[in-house]
Nanobody, 122 residues
Framework: QVQLVESGGGLVRTGGSLKLSCTSSARTFSSYAMGWFRQAPGKEREFVAGINWSQTNTYYSDSVKGRFIISRDNAKNTVHLQMNSLKPEDTAVYFC???????????????WGQGTQVTVSS
Protein backbone atom coordinates (compact mmCIF):
# COMPACT_ATOMS: atom_id res chain seq x y z
CA GLN A 1 0.00 0.00 0.00
CA VAL A 2 1.45 3.33 -1.09
CA GLN A 3 1.43 6.03 1.54
CA LEU A 4 1.15 9.70 0.64
CA VAL A 5 1.96 12.31 3.28
CA GLU A 6 1.08 15.95 2.75
CA SER A 7 2.64 18.94 4.50
CA GLY A 8 2.76 22.70 4.21
CA GLY A 9 -0.79 23.69 4.99
CA GLY A 10 -1.65 26.54 7.32
CA LEU A 11 -3.30 29.91 7.77
CA VAL A 12 -2.54 32.72 5.34
CA ARG A 13 -4.08 36.05 4.46
CA THR A 14 -5.77 36.86 1.19
CA GLY A 15 -3.15 37.39 -1.50
CA GLY A 16 -0.57 35.32 0.30
CA SER A 17 1.21 32.15 -0.77
CA LEU A 18 1.68 28.63 0.52
CA LYS A 19 3.57 25.65 -0.81
CA LEU A 20 2.20 22.17 -0.23
CA SER A 21 4.32 19.05 -0.50
CA CYS A 22 3.40 15.41 -0.78
CA THR A 23 5.90 12.62 -0.28
CA SER A 24 5.17 9.14 -1.61
CA SER A 25 6.37 5.78 -0.36
CA ALA A 26 6.01 4.24 -3.82
CA ARG A 27 9.11 2.52 -5.19
CA THR A 28 8.04 3.48 -8.70
CA PHE A 29 6.92 7.03 -7.90
CA SER A 30 8.29 8.34 -11.19
CA SER A 31 5.74 6.25 -13.10
CA TYR A 32 2.69 7.68 -11.31
CA ALA A 33 0.50 10.54 -12.44
CA MET A 34 0.12 12.75 -9.37
CA GLY A 35 -2.30 15.42 -8.37
CA TRP A 36 -4.00 17.57 -5.79
CA PHE A 37 -7.66 17.73 -4.84
CA ARG A 38 -9.45 19.81 -2.24
CA GLN A 39 -12.61 19.66 -0.22
CA ALA A 40 -14.22 22.66 1.38
CA PRO A 41 -16.76 22.32 4.21
CA GLY A 42 -20.11 21.18 2.87
CA LYS A 43 -18.77 20.66 -0.64
CA GLU A 44 -17.64 17.71 -2.70
CA ARG A 45 -13.99 16.96 -3.26
CA GLU A 46 -12.73 18.64 -6.44
CA PHE A 47 -9.73 18.35 -8.68
CA VAL A 48 -7.19 21.17 -8.34
CA ALA A 49 -4.02 20.29 -10.28
CA GLY A 50 -2.24 17.32 -11.80
CA ILE A 51 1.05 16.36 -13.43
CA ASN A 52 1.93 13.36 -15.52
CA TRP A 53 4.81 11.02 -14.76
CA SER A 54 7.22 12.64 -17.21
CA GLN A 55 6.37 16.21 -16.17
CA THR A 56 5.53 17.06 -19.75
CA ASN A 57 1.90 17.86 -19.00
CA THR A 58 0.20 19.72 -16.20
CA TYR A 59 -3.50 20.19 -15.58
CA TYR A 60 -5.38 22.80 -13.58
CA SER A 61 -8.93 23.56 -12.65
CA ASP A 62 -10.20 26.86 -13.99
CA SER A 63 -10.46 28.24 -10.48
CA VAL A 64 -6.71 27.98 -9.83
CA LYS A 65 -5.23 28.34 -13.30
CA GLY A 66 -2.63 31.10 -13.36
CA ARG A 67 -2.30 31.12 -9.56
CA PHE A 68 -1.20 27.58 -8.64
CA ILE A 69 1.76 25.65 -9.98
CA ILE A 70 2.23 21.90 -9.64
CA SER A 71 5.66 20.33 -9.90
CA ARG A 72 7.37 17.10 -8.95
CA ASP A 73 10.80 15.89 -7.95
CA ASN A 74 11.02 12.24 -8.92
CA ALA A 75 14.40 11.87 -7.20
CA LYS A 76 12.74 12.76 -3.89
CA ASN A 77 9.37 11.07 -4.49
CA THR A 78 7.70 14.41 -3.95
CA VAL A 79 5.06 16.51 -5.65
CA HIS A 80 4.53 20.17 -4.79
CA LEU A 81 1.71 22.67 -5.16
CA GLN A 82 2.78 26.30 -5.10
CA MET A 83 -0.30 28.38 -4.31
CA ASN A 84 -0.12 32.09 -5.00
CA SER A 85 -2.63 34.94 -4.79
CA LEU A 86 -4.71 32.91 -2.38
CA LYS A 87 -8.37 33.74 -1.91
CA PRO A 88 -10.80 32.88 0.92
CA GLU A 89 -12.55 30.49 -1.48
CA ASP A 90 -9.32 28.44 -1.63
CA THR A 91 -9.93 27.44 1.99
CA ALA A 92 -10.21 23.65 2.09
CA VAL A 93 -8.51 20.43 3.06
CA TYR A 94 -6.02 19.62 0.31
CA PHE A 95 -5.37 16.01 -0.61
CA CYS A 96 -2.59 14.45 -2.62
CA UNK A 97 -3.38 11.47 -4.85
CA UNK A 98 -1.68 9.19 -7.34
CA UNK A 99 -2.84 7.09 -10.26
CA UNK A 100 -4.99 9.84 -11.75
CA UNK A 101 -6.69 9.48 -15.13
CA UNK A 102 -6.31 12.88 -16.79
CA UNK A 103 -8.30 11.91 -19.87
CA UNK A 104 -11.59 11.65 -18.04
CA UNK A 105 -13.08 13.15 -14.94
CA UNK A 106 -9.78 12.95 -13.05
CA UNK A 107 -10.60 9.61 -11.46
CA UNK A 108 -8.11 8.45 -8.86
CA UNK A 109 -7.10 4.83 -9.26
CA UNK A 110 -4.38 4.86 -6.64
CA UNK A 111 -3.87 6.21 -3.15
CA TRP A 112 -4.92 9.28 -1.20
CA GLY A 113 -3.08 11.24 1.43
CA GLN A 114 -4.66 12.20 4.73
CA GLY A 115 -5.05 15.84 3.76
CA THR A 116 -3.68 19.15 4.98
CA GLN A 117 -5.77 22.17 5.96
CA VAL A 118 -5.38 25.45 4.10
CA THR A 119 -7.21 28.45 5.50
CA VAL A 120 -7.22 31.81 3.76
CA SER A 121 -8.45 34.71 5.87
CA SER A 122 -10.07 37.76 4.34
Amino acid sequence: QVQLVESGGGLVRTGGSLKLSCTSSARTFSSYAMGWFRQAPGKEREFVAGINWSQTNTYYSDSVKGRFIISRDNAKNTVHLQMNSLKPEDTAVYFCADGINFSGAYEVHGSWGQGTQVTVSS
